[in-house]
């Protein structure tokens, strides 16, 4: 399959160039160093109007997810990739018309490289590893030190994303490239076996049981409960509101959201 760059704009959230409306970029190297990143993460906060900072570094992660699915499209599906090291990739940060930022992954050297051999499971394993423990882990520790926030929280922001557009990648697969779907499978599965160092854990934050819970709008297609807190209640957006499939969220509020989704209750 060919290297599609609407799909690494769409779902991965690379961009072609820098923004001239970018009110602050910062390499990803710089991102990790506390004397760059947290200075970057304070004024990313402030455009959030997020509670705290560790809400804004959770909010980061939820752009990185998509550098991690851009990691599993290319290195699963495409005839070729495009270097998202640190050391290849900033991250830039605009304002939509209502002031809210946005952000989005610019990379400096735009070569696509040729794959020595996409049907060696062993090969895209490797460059997996590569990314999960060159790209991906520093980004997450990098984060949390600077959020001050616990580094699971973050990693645990992740394997519900992944497996969401995995499937979407896999149910968009045109007639005569179903094989891609099983590569895109089989190599998330090595994701889930791969050693808890490769994370810094004591366990991997991608083997874990997915929970399931009530939907309310349709009883066949039970909601699958996020790993952890994505903060938006904490947000100016968020109105103080978890979302429904919130693992902080009570029993009881669940209960109750779940009769507002139905329409039966009047907020």
């Known amino acids: 399959m060919t290297l599609d760059y609407t799909v690494l704009a769409k779902y991965g959230r690379i961009q072609s160039n820098l923004s001239p409306d970018s009110v602050r970029d910062i390499t990803l190297l710089e991102l990790i160093r506390p004397e760059y990143g947290?200075?970057?993460l304070e004024i990313y906060q402030r455009h959030l109007q997020a509670e705290t900072t560790g809400v804004a570094a959770v909010y980061v992660m939820h752009t990185v997810s998509g550098l991690l699915v851009a990691a599993h499209y290319m290195i699963s599906m495409c005839d070729?990739?495009?270097d998202i090291s640190l050391s290849n990739v900033s991250l830039q940060m605009e304002l939509n018309d209502s002031g809210a930022p946005q952000l989005s992954f610019v990379?400096?050297?735009k070569e696509e490289y040729k794959h020595t051999n996409r049907a060696d499971a062993a090969e895209r394993q490797q460059m997996l590893e590569r990314f999960y423990g060159g790209?991906?882990?520093p980004l997450v520790e990098g984060m949390a030190a600077g959020g001050g926030v616990p580094v699971p929280a973050l990693w645990g922001q992740f394997p519900n994303i992944l497996a969401y557009y995995l499937n979407l990648f896999k149910e968009g697969l045109p007639c005569g490239e179903q094989h891609l779907g099983d590569r895109l499978t089989k190599d998330h599965e090595a994701v889930k076996q791969f050693a808890p160092e490769l994370f810094n854990r004591k366990k991997n934050p991608f083997?874990?049981?997915p929970v399931y819970i009530e939907n309310p709008l349709n009883s066949e297609k039970p909601y699958r409960m996020k790993s952890a807190c994505c903060e938006y209640y904490r947000i100016s957006d968020g109105k103080n509101r978890k979302c429904y499939t919130c693992p902080r969220m009570k029993a009881e509020e669940r209960a109750e959201r779940a009769e507002e989704m139905r329409g039966t209750v009047l907020i």
């Open 80 to 82: 070729t990739y495009m």
């Open 38 to 40: 947290n200075p970057w």
């Open 135 to 137: 790209t991906l882990r």
């Open 107 to 109: 990379l400096h050297n």
């Open 207 to 209: 083997d874990i049981e």
